[in-house]
Nanobody, 125 residues
Framework: QVQLVESGGGLVQAGGSLRLRCAASGGTFSNYNMGWFRQPPGKEREFVAF????????KYADSVKGRFTISRDNAKNLVYLQMNSLKPEDTAVYYC??????????????????WGQGTQVTVSS
């Protein structure tokens, strides 16, 4: 099972940008689909973005489409989330998740079996 470590969170003003990074180890990274989820204060964990193992499929939550971009570098075992035009409602703990390449669902946390510890993103108005 792959181990994941997120980084790149922080405090940013509305309209600003951040780039989150998730480093994977302990498994064959290219065999996993990867996703980003977030948990706003007092709310459930929610889907943000997904990229499949061969990078030909991406998916985004409606709330981040056009502002966030997910990408991965299989040679370096890294997945990124570029976040632009940030809004206060993007404030949350962001988690990187991994699922086997043949999993059935791309936007449900239930189908991701490895998680990082999370990184806090705070957007001030």
């Amino acid at each position: 099972q792959v181990q994941l470590v997120e980084s790149g969170g922080g405090l940013v003003q509305a309209g600003g940008s951040l780039r989150l990074r998730c480093a994977a180890s302990g498994g064959t990274f290219s065999n996993y689909n990867m996703g980003w989820f977030r948990q706003p204060p007092g709310k459930e964990r929610e889907f943000v973005a997904f990229i499949n193992w061969i990078r030909d499929t991406t998916k985004y939550a409606d709330s981040v489409k056009g502002r966030f971009t997910i990408s991965r570098d299989n040679a370096k075992n890294l997945v990124y989330l570029q976040m632009n035009s940030l809004k206060p409602e993007d404030t949350a703990v962001y988690y990187c998740g991994a699922q086997p390449w043949n999993s059935g669902s791309s936007d449900s946390a239930v189908y991701f079996n490895s998680w990082g510890q999370g990184t806090q993103v705070t957007v001030s108005s």
